[in-house]
């Protein structure tokens, strides 16, 4: 196939030609696109690899390519160019940034450590470089619970800065670990009164949540877990209808392994909206995906001492995974 070339002044490509530049870009390059499970379902479709935070730092760790697209929000970007520095790492919008991790500034972060000073630092994936630079070790939800097991029973831990995952984590693992008051806005929004609507409706539904749920969301649910563990589980089950409480993206990749099962989105609160999605994450586009393969930009960069501080508690978690 001849190479494709556009211009400036080219008209605005429809979807099977973006779809058809991006491909060709890809090989031209030797770059490999990454999508988290809550990009839209075009972007899941086109990325070579699709999985929840841990899966993508697993790849990013691996791979072969010269270049990784990124397609999920900015802390994601940062940790696959932590794990593959010789990489040119790439986001389609840099303004697709982490409600999670703005409610953790690294300053603010630092503070709270050295007031105490005896505890080990667990940080969840879903941070600034910054944040992991000051941690013991990363935790992801489908890890978390097997790295906090790992520590003995009477360790003094810090976990930030997700309070609901901590909650949840501290529930199920009997510890007490001091939390950081932060929280993610999706999973912060679901609406209890709308999700007790939703069961009463589907009677027959069992309820999916993902622990960054509040409490409340998540003494309804039938099962509780990461985004690929709701995903193993609606697949492995033999129910045919689920009610599913985290990011509506990952509906895309439940539907496509089980196209016989009904899976119902939980809505936020104060919102006509069915479904409950992170504006992040919607802000990458196949349109930006195109151009930032394209124009190779935006690209992630970070400090080679910040990243040298990283690295240390993501591997760390990369071996106990």
Same mark, same amino acid.
């Given at each position: 196939?001849?190479?494709?070339?556009?211009?400036?002044?080219?008209?605005?490509?429809?979807?099977?030609?973006?779809?058809?530049?991006?491909?060709?870009?890809?090989? =031209?390059?030797n770059?490999?696109?990454?999508?988290?499970?809550?990009? &839209?379902? /075009?972007?899941?479709?086109?990325?070579?690899?699709?999985? @929840?935070?841990?899966?993508?730092a697993?790849?990013?760790?691996?791979?072969?390519?010269?270049? $990784?697209?990124?397609?999920? !929000?900015?802390? &994601?970007?940062?940790?696959a160019?932590?794990?593959?520095?010789?990489?040119? !790492?790439?986001?389609?919008?840099?303004?697709?940034?982490?409600?999670?991790?703005d409610?953790?500034?690294?300053?603010?972060?630092e503070?709270?450590?050295?007031?105490?000073?005896?505890?080990?630092?667990?940080?969840?994936?879903?941070?600034?470089?910054?944040?992991?630079?000051?941690?013991d070790?990363?935790?992801?939800?489908t890890n978390?619970?097997?790295?906090? /097991?790992?520590?003995?029973? /009477?360790a003094?831990?810090?976990f930030?800065? @997700?309070?609901?995952?901590?909650?949840? $984590?501290?529930?199920?693992?009997?510890?007490?670990?001091?939390?950081?008051?932060?929280?993610?806005?999706?999973?912060e929004?679901?609406s209890?009164?709308?999700?007790?609507?939703?069961?009463?409706?589907?009677? /027959?539904?069992?309820?999916?949540?993902?622990?960054?749920?509040?409490?409340?969301?998540?003494?309804?649910?039938?099962?509780?877990?990461?985004?690929?563990?709701?995903?193993n589980?609606?697949?492995?089950? @033999?129910?045919?209808?689920f009610?599913?409480?985290?990011e509506?993206?990952?509906?895309?990749? &439940?539907?496509?392994?089980?196209?016989?099962?009904?899976?119902?989105?939980?809505?936020?609160?104060?919102?006509?909206?069915?479904?409950? =999605?992170?504006?992040?994450?919607?802000?990458?586009?196949?349109?930006?995906?195109?151009?930032?393969?394209?124009? =190779?930009?935006?690209?992630?960069?970070?400090?080679?001492?910040?990243?040298?501080?990283?690295?240390?508690?993501?591997?760390? &978690?990369?071996?106990?995974?």
């Open positions: 196939m001849d190479k494709i070339v556009y211009n400036r002044f080219e008209k605005p490509l429809n979807k099977t030609q973006l779809i058809e530049a991006i491909n060709q870009l890809k090989k =031209e390059k770059a490999v696109i990454m999508a988290h499970y809550y990009q &839209m379902g /075009d972007i899941q479709d086109i990325a070579d690899n699709v999985g @929840d935070s841990l899966a993508l697993q790849w990013a760790a691996k791979t072969e390519a010269d270049i $990784i697209v990124l397609c999920g !929000v900015h802390f &994601m970007g940062e940790t160019k932590i794990l593959s520095p010789s990489k040119k !790492v790439l986001i389609p919008d840099l303004n697709a940034g982490c409600s999670l991790a409610s953790c500034p690294a300053d603010a972060f503070a709270f450590t050295k007031a105490h000073p005896d505890h080990t630092v667990i940080s969840y994936v879903n941070t600034t470089a910054a944040v992991k630079a000051l941690t070790v990363v935790v992801t939800s978390a619970k097997k790295i906090v /097991d790992s520590f003995p029973k /009477d003094k831990l810090i930030g800065p @997700d309070r609901n995952l901590g909650n949840y $984590i501290n529930s199920v693992t009997g510890r007490t670990m001091l939390l950081w008051d932060g929280a993610c806005h999706v999973h929004q679901f209890v009164e709308k999700l007790v609507k939703l069961k009463s409706e589907n009677p /027959d539904a069992f309820i999916l949540a993902h622990p960054e749920c509040k409490q409340t969301v998540l003494i309804m649910a039938d099962f509780i877990g990461s985004t690929q563990a709701l995903l589980y609606a697949t492995a089950s @033999d129910k045919q209808s009610i599913v409480a985290t509506s993206g990952i509906l895309h990749e &439940m539907q496509k392994q089980n196209p016989n099962k009904a899976f119902i989105p939980v809505p936020p609160n104060d919102s006509t909206c069915a479904c409950n =999605e992170c504006n992040f994450m919607r802000l990458n586009t196949l349109q930006k995906l195109y151009d930032c393969l394209k124009n =190779e930009t935006p690209e992630i960069l970070i400090d080679a001492e910040l990243r040298e501080k990283a690295v240390k508690p993501i591997l760390r &978690m990369l071996e106990l995974s």
